[in-house]
């Protein structure tokens, strides 16, 4: 995949540019292609990364759901902006994303915590992401007295400190492996007014 990156050979707009290149990685069986580095800072300026999964794209941007109590709630409750990166090593491929965050709309939460496994939903109601706990005994007892309290085939809410993060992209670049570190770089930027321009970047 060194074969480089023309500005003749991108889609005509970064949503058909990033599918097309999600497309190549499904195919070349790349493990988790749906997995990103979400990096997030706090009103204090203190950076924390951690790889979530894609589990929306559209126009509007990039979806992740997250526990609202954790690091990156929190941090994202301070500061609303946020980085993406798919890390497709496989490939010779990354994409970077960079915009404002916002909370996805509750119904669309809803729905999608309706479609995660029995056990997923569960560990979202037994989990307090990113605390501090005493011992995994601690997790496991959450877990069975939830499992007790909703039982396999019944309905299992959506904890109110669970939803979605929708990043609305103002950059999106991808970059593209070449030989002796001169990389292709090429980035869809959004303008104050609007419009979306392709720009070349230095490796």
Do not use: C
Request: avoid cysteine; hydrophobic fraction near 40%; charge should be positive.
């Amino acid at each position: 995949m060194d074969r480089g990156l023309d500005e003749r050979d991108l889609a005509g707009t970064w949503l058909e540019q990033f599918e097309a290149w999600q497309r190549d990685v499904v195919a070349a069986g790349v493990h988790e292609p749906e997995a990103m580095v979400l990096s997030t800072a706090g009103a204090d300026g203190r950076l924390a990364s951690r790889t979530v999964l894609l589990k929306g794209l559209d126009g509007r941007g990039f979806v992740f759901y997250t526990n609202l109590d954790s690091r990156k709630g929190r941090q994202l409750a301070e500061n609303q902006h946020a980085s993406l990166l798919f890390p497709w090593h496989p490939m010779g491929r990354q994409a970077i994303v960079i915009g404002a965050v916002e909370r996805v709309e509750d119904a669309e939460a809803d729905a999608y915590f309706a479609t995660r496994p029995y056990g997923s939903r569960i560990g979202a109601h037994a989990s307090r992401q990113s605390r501090v706990i005493a011992s995994r005994a601690v997790l496991d007892a959450a877990r069975a007295e939830l499992e007790a309290r909703y039982p396999p085939r019944g309905e299992v809410p959506r904890p109110q400190r669970w939803s979605g993060f929708r990043v609305v992209p103002e950059s999106v670049e991808f970059w593209q492996r070449r030989p002796d570190r001169l990389h292709d770089r090429l980035r869809f930027r959004r303008r104050e007014d609007g419009a979306w321009v392709v720009e070349r970047l230095s490796p």
